[in-house]
């Protein structure tokens, strides 16, 4: 099946199983999971059967659905989309822009303000180009209310990042 597809330039069976195998293909031109990635969603599952292929796949809540369908559909025109459902169930973040929605999601307008004026100003720099005093000042805030900003945003980035390896 690989020969006659003349999308897929290397393919390679990673293991192999009662009912099946697990399979690594080097793709060029269209693919269903490259096109579901490039507009934010994520393959949870690709089956193929009898020339029929089921996606299972998730739309994290800052992607637009119907973009991600119209989109799947321009570029795999004989696809159906055979069911939406809503859950409550956390998607794993696995792209930059989940990431970036996920922690600005996460801090106050403040809190990303002060980060944002942190970083560029060079605080996070060795050495520190920048002193907190000198950022509290350009945001025209007391220098404690700076650094009380700043240690609420980095406990929540860190606990956000240490919080996904430690889930069951």
């Avoid at 739309?59 to 055979?82: G, I, M, N």
């Avoid at 970083?119 to 209310?145: H, M, N």
Wanted: proline content about 4%.
């Amino acid at each position: 099946m690989v020969e006659e597809a003349a999308a897929i330039d290397e393919a390679r069976l990673i293991s192999r199983g009662v009912d099946g195998g697990l399979f690594e293909f080097v793709v060029s031109g269209p693919c269903v999971t490259t096109t579901l990635a490039d507009t934010g969603a994520i393959a949870r599952t690709v089956v193929a059967e009898n020339g029929v292929g089921d996606i299972l796949a998730d739309v994290p809540a800052h992607v637009d659905v119907r973009r991600v369908v119209e989109q799947f559909q321009t570029h795999h025109s004989k696809s159906t989309l055979t069911a939406c459902r809503n859950s409550e169930e956390p998607i794993p973040v696995r792209t930059e822009r989940g990431l970036h929605a996920t922690m600005a999601d996460q801090l106050t307008d403040k809190q990303q303000e002060v980060l944002r004026t942190a970083y560029l100003s060079g605080y996070f720099s060795w050495p520190r180009r920048t002193t907190a005093e000198e950022c509290a000042d350009a945001l025209g805030i007391a220098q404690p209310t700076f650094s009380q900003h700043i240690r609420a945003a980095q406990e929540k980035i860190i606990s956000r990042l240490f919080d996904a390896y430690t889930e069951p």
